[in-house]
Structures are given as structure tokens and as C-alpha cells.
């Protein structure tokens, strides 16, 4: 198969096409703009229905309705587009609907910037819509892996009639890579027999709801949910383990980060100075067992974000007070450089800290 | 020599960040000429959109509030009822207004909030890199309408002036074109009667104003002034749609 | 003398009363390195004498706005009323 150059927003949009999606609907925002851009002019030509929505809002909500009625759909916007599309994803979720959002997360809060960062890890993870949900989210560190998640996401949303959450940021949106679409994995899936189509006199009617006026109905419903994100939790936690073996201190990073990581940990290799790193893919559920992998010989984790810390909570969480941790970031849209981050390795392994 | 025209004293010193030729930079000169000749300038808040023209802040001599995209009339509702002594604005684009915030123009029309609003109608969405927008005519290209706006698919273009002039709380709605010296004197008009209803206590004012886009369009900017005049005007109609009895 | 300011509009005289007829005389002064080379301005002067220096750069690297035969402006502000950036200044006097 071979490799084509290709800009990260553009690839997303290619691998949900190849993975089936035939229904996207969306709204400008830097630095995503190139996604619907791409689905407009590609998803007419294999018959599938592009439409920019007058909001955030709006498309949400027509992806919970297409999603409804048995389509593979997808969204895609930037940090306050996501930001408005809360109340979409927590429906989506509570009515059990699969689909496909892409967050290319920029500086925040507010209108922020629109350079790159990962300050939506609270809100993605914890979930910035009402009640008990939670949706897999994945962090991919390159434009071959976004494409690679993209087509999966699709198959884990049908597995579990759940949405799914792809964080990348403005530079793996912006920037070109060599990628393959390569046929990602199948589940077994059951059939949509749960979504509206019509009745046709044969069946009793679908209902696509999340509302449960009856307390105890719905706290079933919310058990319901709890055993299938537990599921989740068993069976799709992903991540990346490099160099932990001897390693004197630990980098815990995602996506674009984890590159810029890989570059300091190549630095203090040069140094004799041995680093390793844990790089979550599922950012939720969160990978505390590659935690348990930190050697005796290891002296701290450092968790390196472009924010002002946010996964580092998780972090601590999944540590659980074996070792100390540290935090070194960069946020607004400034990204950390990998001398930064050696400086802050020797000031741990040096004993400033 | 007497000076009969020079730099009002409602614009900043900051330079435009527009592209060249683009008429933001004229609309913002008429609006803030006549806050000055209306004397208000001091008394005047302004609410800049999500947009081109969202660096609005820096260039109008008053104070001013950024808003979330959209939502401008809202947070110049909030602005009124806590000052409504004062001239409170909104400057928005086709996005801003006629897409996301459609909601939002409409109830502050109805509730007759007395703001006026002005709303750049460039047929495009310029900042992100030239979108469809609403007023996008059919036929017309932009990146999410590579083909050309389609009827069937995305309907025909709003007509804002028209529709916010069926609401009882809109007192004065006018649509006007920047593509001449003689339409930009009449936009002028047409902007300073707005804040004089808004003044007068009536009502919720909107102006119209058809603009150019020329990076989006593809155009020089002598040749987007001419797709205005004839490819906008046929569709959106110039003049007014409501006013008071006592407006000329 | 003193300068006073006043505002173009269409209702100025353009002559004095009686038989004699007053000429308008104007001048335009340009802040060049606002200029972004639009040239919305040369399509509105109507003695046509407002054209782009091509054989200068301002600091933004635009040819600037510029008249070259001054002695025809008649001071009617067209020019400026067009230009998006505000870099054009219109004085205008009377002349027998």
C-alpha cells in the first residue's frame, strides 16, 4: 500500500471516509477548517451528505440525529467549538449513540488563541456536559496515527454506542505527514436494529431518548452505563512505554508533546542521563497500569503538558504516592521545547526540587 | 485651505489589520464618525464579533466588549439594561449575525432592545478563509461549497433586513452598499438615523451594509466593488424597511 | 487665517451668488505608510489625478496613493470617502 503526503486535518477526513462515515456535518473554526473543507468536496463523490450547520450547537445535534437513524457521522471543531457542543455529547451519550468528534484543540479560555495546546484534557476527559458519562478519547502523536484512530474510532463507537473523542491540536492538524489507510481491526458488531428508520408497520416504534422521568428508571439507566464504561476501561486502554527500563525519571506526555519529549529524552541520552516515557493514547481511560511498569530505579515522573496541568491529576492518581511528580508546561499556544525540558530533568535529578 | 476631511476622532491610532481594499475599514470610519458628530463618543459602548472585524476593540475610541461568536446582541442587552443612558452597538459580520447568532438578532428585534446593530453582509466568511456563509449567493463558490452553492442542497441566501423588518421591536432597518462614494454618503445616513432612533429611545436599529471580500472572492479589490454592485444589489435590495414616521 | 473645519455634503455651494462662478480648488495630503495599495481611490477622482507611485515602496511594500497634478484636485473628498485605511487628507478652498 502506499504512502501519500498529507495535512493532518485532510487525512482525518480521508480515514473517516474510509472507514464508512458518510455524514458530517460541522462549522468554521481555525485551525480545523480544512476538515469540513475536505468532507465537502470528498463526501459527494462517494454519495455521503456534507453540511456546514449554523453553529457548533446546530451540528452537534444534527449528528445526534443522524446518529439516531443508524448513520456513521461525524463532527469536528476546535476548543470553544467543543466547548458548545457539551450539551450535544452528554444526549448523545445518554441516549447510547455512536459517533465521531474531532477536537483540534487551540489556547483557551474563552476565545483564547489559535496556536495549539492541550488545555481541553479536563474537559475532555472529564466531561464537560451534565451527569455520569464518559466517552473514549483518543490522543494521537502523529498524522499516521490520527488516521489510524479516526478509522478505529468508528468500529469502538458501534461496539459500544458511545461517542468518541479524538484530541489532537493544531499541529497535527496544520502539518503534512506520509500516511497509509491502512483496514483497521473489525468488531463484531450487532446490527443498528435500535435506530429510527421507520417502522414500516413491522416493529414497535425506536425511541432515541435520554430522558427518564422516573428516578429509579433512571438510575438503572446510569448503571447501565457505568457497566459499559467499565468495559471500556477493561478492554481499550492504550498507551505507549518507551525507555522506562533504568530510567532515572519518567516523562509522562501526549500527542505532539510526546514528540517534543522523545527529543529531549534523546538529548539527556547524549548526557548519559536515561529517561523514559509513558505516552497515554487513551487519555480516558486513563492508563494506570503502564504506571505499575516504573522501575525502583526511577526517581520521579514528570508529566509535561501544554497547558497549566491538567492531566497531571491523572497522573498523580495512577503514581499513587510512589513517586514524586512534576509538572513542567507551556500554554497559550506556546509549545515547550525540548531543552526546556532537559533543564527541568536536571534540576530533578540534580536535587533542586 | 480649510480641511473638509480628515481622521474622525472615534478611531484609535491603530492601524487596520484588513486586507487591502476591504470595506470593514470604511464602515468602521462611518460608524465612528458619526458616534463623534452625534457627540456620544464618550458615552458610547460597542460590542466587536467573532470575525474580521474581531480586533474591533483596538480601533473604535470607546470602550468596547469582546463577544462569544453570535452572541453579540445578547451581551449588548446585558450592556443596556445596565447602562441605558448610554449608545450601546454591535458590529457584526455574516457568520457573526445571520449563522450562529440568528438566534440572538431576532429576540434582541423582538424585545425592541435599543441597541443598534451594524451587520457587514460580505456574502462569505472571511477570517476563517472564505467559507459559505448564509448570504452566499447561489452559484457562488467558497470552500465549503466547492461546486457552488447549491439551492437544492442549502436553500437560497437569507435576507436579514427583510426578515428582522417583519418584527414589531425593530425600528429601524435599512440596508445599504459601501461600493461608491455616493452609496457610502448614504450609508452614513443611514448609520447615523439608527443611533438616532436608538437615541430617541424607540427601538432596536440595524444597518445593512453590503461589503466586498476581496481575498475570499478571488478579486482585486476594484473588481470585488463591481461583483457587488452587480451580482449582491439584484439579491439584496438597497433602502429601508422600517423606520419611524419621523426619519426622512 | 484660520482653519475652519467643516464636513462635505451635497448641499455646498459651489457658486457665490450672482453672475460670477467660484472655482473649487483642493489638495490631498496621503499618510503613505498606511497605503495597502488598494487602489480603490484612483477609480473615484473625478479629474482622474489620484494614481498608484509605481515608482515607490512604502514600509508595508505597497506602491502608495499619490497625485501628481495637484492643481487639479478640486477638493471633493471622493477619494478619501473610498479609502478603507484612512490615509488621505482633503483640503479645499474657494477661488474667484
Known sequence: MSKVLMKGNEAVGAAAIKAGCRYFFGYPITPQNEIPEFMARELPKVGGVFLQAESEIAAINMVYGAAGSGARVMTSSSSPGIALKQEGISYIAGAELPCVIVNMVRGGPGLGGIQPSQSDYFQATRGGGNGDY?????????????????????????????????????????????????????????????????????????????????????????????????????????????????????????????????????????????VGLIRPITLWPFPDVAFDKISDKTKAVLTVEMSTGQMIDDVKIAVNGRKPVYFYGRTGGMVPTPNAIVEEIKKIIGGDK | ??????????????????????????????????????????????????????????????????????????????????????????????????????????????????????????????????????????????????????????????????????????????????????????????????????LSGKGFSIVEVLSTCPTNWGLTPVEALNWLKENMIPYYPLGNFRKPEEVE | MSLTKFRFNSNFQLSKGGNKMAKARGKVTFNEDKCKGCELCTTVCPTKIVVMNKDKINAKGYHPVTVFEMDKCIGCANCATICPDVVITVEREMVE
Not at chain 1, 150 to 169: C, K, S
Not at chain 1, 225 to 252: F, H, P, Q, T
Open chain 1, 134 to 274: 464518559r466517552h473514549i478519547v483518543y490522543a494521537p502523536a502523529s498524522v499516521q496515527e490520527a488516521v489510524d484512530l479516526v478509522m478505529e474510532a468508528f468500529e469502538v463507537a458501534d461496539y459500544y454506542r458511545n461517542p468518541v473523542i479524538i484530541l489532537g491540536d493544531g499541529m497535527i492538524g496544520q502539518m503534512m505527514e506520509p500516511v497509509e489507510f491502512k483496514e483497521p481491526k473489525k468488531r463484531d458488531l450487532p446490527p443498528k436494529d435500535w435506530a429510527t428508520t421507520g417502522t414500516k408497520g413491522q416493529r414497535k416504534p425506536n425511541v432515541i431518548n435520554s430522558l427518564y422521568i422516573d428516578p429509579k428508571l433512571l438510575e438503572d439507566h446510569n448503571l447501565r452505563l457505568e457497566a459499559k464504561y467499565a468495559k471500556m476501561k477493561e478492554n481499550e486502554v492504550r498507551y505507549e512505554e518507551y525507555n522506562l527500563e533504568d530510567a532515572e525519571v519518567v516523562i509522562v506526555a501526549y500527542g505532539t508533546t510526546s514528540r517534543v519529549a522523545k527529543n529531549a529524552i534523546a538529548k539527556c541520552a547524549e548526557e548519559g542521563i536515561k
Open chain 2, 1 to 198: 485651505m480649510a480641511i473638509v476631511f480628515e481622521k474622525t476622532k472615534g478611531l484609535t491610532e491603530k492601524p487596520f489589520h484588513y486586507c487591502p481594499g476591504c470595506t470593514h475599514g470604511i464602515i468602521h470610519r462611518l460608524v465612528a464618525e458619526v458616534l463623534e458628530e452625534l457627540g456620544v463618543l464618550g458615552d458610547t459602548i460597542g460590542v466587536a464579533p467573532v470575525g474580521c472585524a474581531v480586533f474591533a476593540y483596538d480601533y473604535f475610541n470607546v470602550d468596547m466588549h469582546e463577544a462569544a461568536h453570535g452572541r453579540a446582541p445578547a451581551v449588548a442587552t446585558g450592556i443596556k439594561r445596565v447602562h441605558p443612558d448610554k449608545v450601546v452597538f454591535t458590529y457584526q459580520g455574516d457568520g457573526d449575525l445571520a449563522s450562529i447568532g440568528a438566534g440572538e438578532i431576532v429576540h434582541a428585534a423582538h424585545r425592541g432592545e435599543k441597541i443598534t446593530t451594524i451587520f457587514v453582509n460580505n456574502a462569505i466568511y472571511g477570517m476563517t478563509g472564505g467559507q459559505m456563509a448564509p448570504t452566499t449567493l447561489v452559484g457562488q463558490k467558497a470552500t465549503t461549497a466547492p461546486y457552488g452553492r447549491d439551492e437544492a442542497h442549502t436553500g437560497k441566501p437569507i435576507r436579514i433586513s427583510e426578515m428582522l423588518a417583519t418584527i414589531d421591536g425593530a425600528k429601524f432597518v435599512e440596508r445599504v452598499s459601501v461600493h461608491d462614494p455616493a452609496n457610502i454618503r448614504k450609508a452614513k445616513k443611514a448609520i447615523r438615523s439608527a443611533f438616532e432612533v436608538q
